[in-house]
């Protein structure tokens, strides 16, 4: 069974609904207009899919007032509590533990509260056991090489091999391989953290381009950075956007 809403949330839902269709009035002109000028024949994310970046780029931010509210719309539009919570965890890795501890606890608050006013949020599922050793280092080897569309190498990973090592085995072995929450939403997360951070511009581009190796698309893209944008995230919104016009598969 999917969330039972009370009205107060079920209001708050309808609310959303509108500025999503209505809100470009609050958004300077500007992004609005980049960010919907993709195919209007790309099928436009689901609702959860638009929830999520606004939550990487709060979290990663450390806005807890913006991250509380992201979460609440999130959980609203059918995101389980596990996969709030896999999006939180994952996000330590490109915006630090303390960011990623204070989100989750945020969560807590978040979910009890509405437990508190009759919401019934659905749990979710716990990720299927991963391999560990050699094992784990293949799988995440195998998913960078999905992901990045090629095997990753290069003089930074010769210089710092332990890093290499690291990004295999834990970024793409033990967070990308648990299979709790997909790939696309993965890197709705990524982009929404990173798009909230200042100096990431390489790392944001390249995830960009892992999005649409996923099969997002640069439309689908454009969407996640108008959601950041109607929900006061601005900055982040210019950052996403004018990674997503560096990339010239977006406009296809």
């Not at 009035?25 to 689901?46: D, F, K, M, R, Y």
């Not at 056991?129 to 090629?150: C, D, F």
């Not at 299979?179 to 890197?187: A, F, V």
């Not at 990674?243 to 977006?250: D, G, K, N, V, Y």
């Amino acid at each position: 069974m999917s969330n039972t809403i009370p009205n107060d949330a079920a209001r708050r839902r309808a609310t959303f609904a509108a500025v999503a269709v209505f809100g470009a009035a609050l958004v300077p002109a500007a992004i609005v207009a980049q960010a919907g000028s993709g195919s209007a024949e790309t099928a436009a994310l689901n609702p959860k899919q638009v929830a999520i970046a606004p939550i990487g780029a709060a979290m990663a931010r450390g806005d807890m007032a913006r991250l509380a509210t992201a979460l609440e719309e999130g959980l609203d539009a059918g995101l389980t509590v596990s996969d709030a919570k896999e999006i939180l965890v994952q996000l330590y890795a490109y915006a630090g533990f303390p960011r990623s501890l204070n989100a989750l606890g945020e969560l807590m608050k978040v979910a009890q509260a509405r437990q508190q006013r009759g919401v019934r949020d659905e749990p979710g599922r716990n990720p299927a056991p991963l391999p560990t050793g050699k094992e784990l280092l293949a799988l995440g080897t195998a998913n960078q090489t999905r992901l990045s569309g090629a095997p990753v190498t290069g003089p930074l990973f010769e210089f710092a091999p332990a890093i290499d090592e690291y990004l295999k085995t834990h970024l793409f072995g033990d967070i990308f391989g648990r299979d709790n929450l997909d790939w696309q939403s993965r890197e709705l997360a990524t982009v929404g953290a990173l798009s909230a951070l200042e100096g990431v511009e390489s790392q944001l581009q390249a995830h960009i381009r892992i999005s649409m190796n996923v099969g997002l698309t640069g439309a689908q893209l454009r969407q996640a950075a108008q959601a950041m944008a109607l929900r006061g995230q601005a900055d982040a919104a210019k950052r996403a956007l004018a990674a997503i016009e560096r990339t010239p598969a977006s406009n296809r």
